[in-house]
Nanobody, 124 residues
Framework: QVQLVESGGGLVQPGGSLRLSCASS????????IGWFRQAPGKEREGVSC????????FYTDSVKGRFTISRDNAKNTVYLQMNTLNAEDTGVYYC?????????????????WGQGTQVTVSS
């Protein structure tokens, strides 16, 4: 049974940092790309970042480039999203998802399994 569990969300002030984790089980982790998505209230879910199965390729949506870093530890079956210089527009529920293959995409329909999400709130 595929499971993806996000953690690390919380309340942070503008300019602050958080590191999200996505712990997985139930599948051969290093075969698959992993993506991070977020959904703000009243908005559609958007792709934030993704990482290929080997970690050799990463992608970011324009609004987080230079501020967020995605990484993976295949020995721990975990993907991380380091988020720096956070602002109010980064507020939302963050989800990780397992892709259909080793390649990366910021499109939601590329992903088959999703975690339950972790809330990130950026506010003073």
């Amino acid at each position: 049974q595929v499971q993806l569990v996000e953690s690390g969300g919380g309340l942070v002030q503008p300019g602050g940092s958080l590191r999200l984790s996505c712990a997985s089980s139930g599948f051969t982790f290093y075969y698959y790309a992993i993506g991070w998505f977020r959904q703000a209230p009243g908005k559609e879910r958007e792709g934030v970042s993704c990482i290929s199965s080997t970690g050799g390729s990463t992608f970011y949506t324009d609004s987080v480039k230079g501020r967020f870093t995605i990484s993976r530890d295949n020995a721990k079956n975990t993907v991380y999203l380091q988020m720096n210089t956070l602002n109010a527009e980064d507020t939302g529920v963050y989800y990780c998802a397992m892709a259909r293959g080793s390649g990366c995409s910021l499109t939601a329909n590329w992903y088959d399994y999703w975690g339950q999400g972790t809330q990130v709130t950026v506010s003073s």
